[in-house]
């Protein structure tokens, strides 16, 4: 069986007492008193043990026990069943932590598939806000809802620290490979975030709509807040993506450019010795009828010529900005 990180029962914004996993049931039946479970890798003995105290849809153990693909939001009656995602970073690698909520009235269970971080911290923060705990489940589930939500700002603030530094690299130095493989993961990593987050939006508005008896009209306007962070989330996610691409083609452009340079300085300089090859060649044909040969002068005077040639193409590129 999974471990019980923690199994609690409340009543009006306070704690009643720890309890065991086979209490549940008994606690939960009792007017304004809720249980909170939490579970770590529960295996299926344990969620059939939840099934049969809380009377938990067949198909939401079903497809707890299955892997999914994206989050989604499944109704059952008065009960829902959640399936979110942690994004953690493993050695440098994005991984996504998956977890299950079943709530309904009289329990909240939060089920944790890997190392994450831990719920115990908002079980913390609900404790230390009765009035708001005194809400009840739906409290809870909105508070399970936003730290998931909030998990996800310090892997793009990440992300968006490791780009600013990648175009920093890219415009102060020629592109190299490991830059352009380096930006090409981060836009994976992107491409993932958003397949993970996208589907919350759906998610806090079927929860502002969605009419259960555990789920107040007053908490409408939290899950509200909710999908505002993960909408501000999706276009930071979009804006990072931009940056990532615009860093390459810019990176490419400059690349282009320094090609550009060094190819002209070469056909400059090329241009430049081609005159006194020209030069050269002509008066190396050895036809008799040259009366340069002749000149007693004639040595200095195409020394000269070749000087001034070299001297007036020098300057041109020079003022062309090709030297």
């Known amino acids: ?147 998931i939500v909030e998990n996800y700002r310090p892997v793009t603030e990440l992300i968006h620290s490791e780009i600013d530094e990648l175009e920093q690299n890219v415009l102060s130095q020629s592109l190299r490979q490991e830059d352009i493989e380096r930006i090409h993961s981060l836009r994976r990593e992107l491409l993932r975030l958003r397949r993970y987050v996208a589907p919350m939006v759906e998610i806090c508005q079927e929860l502002q709509s969605l009419s259960f008896p555990f789920i107040d009209k007053n908490m409408r306007p939290y899950f509200r807040d909710v999908a505002i962070h993960v909408n501000r989330l999706l276009e930071d996610l979009t804006g990072l993506r931009d940056i990532a691409s615009q860093t390459i083609e810019i990176g490419l452009l400059l690349e282009s450019s320094r090609q550009s340079l060094v190819q002209r300085k070469f056909a400059a300089w090329a241009a430049i010795l081609a005159f006194p090859t020209a030069v050269a060649g002509i008066y190396g044909m050895n036809f008799q009828n040259m009366p340069e040969l002749t000149w007693h002068y004639g040595y200095f005077g195409v020394l000269a010529l070749i000087g001034i040639g070299c001297t007036a193409l020098f300057a041109n590129f020079k003022r062309l900005d090709w030297l």
């Open 1 to 147: 069986m999974g471990q019980v990180v923690a199994a609690a029962v409340y009543t009006k914004g306070k704690k009643v007492a720890d309890i065991e996993l086979v209490e549940g049931s008994s606690w939960a039946a009792k007017p304004e008193h809720f249980v909170w479970i939490g579970l770590q890798q529960p295996d299926a003995a344990a969620l059939h043990s939840l099934q049969q105290q809380f009377h938990l849809h067949e198909l939401a153990i079903t497809d707890a026990l299955e892997q999914h693909n994206r989050p989604k939001l499944e109704t059952f009656g008065d009960a829902l069943f959640m399936v979110l995602y942690n994004p953690v970073r493993i050695d440098g690698k994005l991984e996504f932590v998956e977890t299950h909520l079943f709530a309904g009235k009289g329990y909240i269970i939060s089920a944790r598939y890997g190392d994450s971080s831990p719920y115990s911290r908002v079980r913390q923060s609900c404790e230390a806000r009765p009035l708001l705990l005194e809400n009840g489940e739906d409290f809870v589930l909105y508070a399970l809802l936003d730290f």
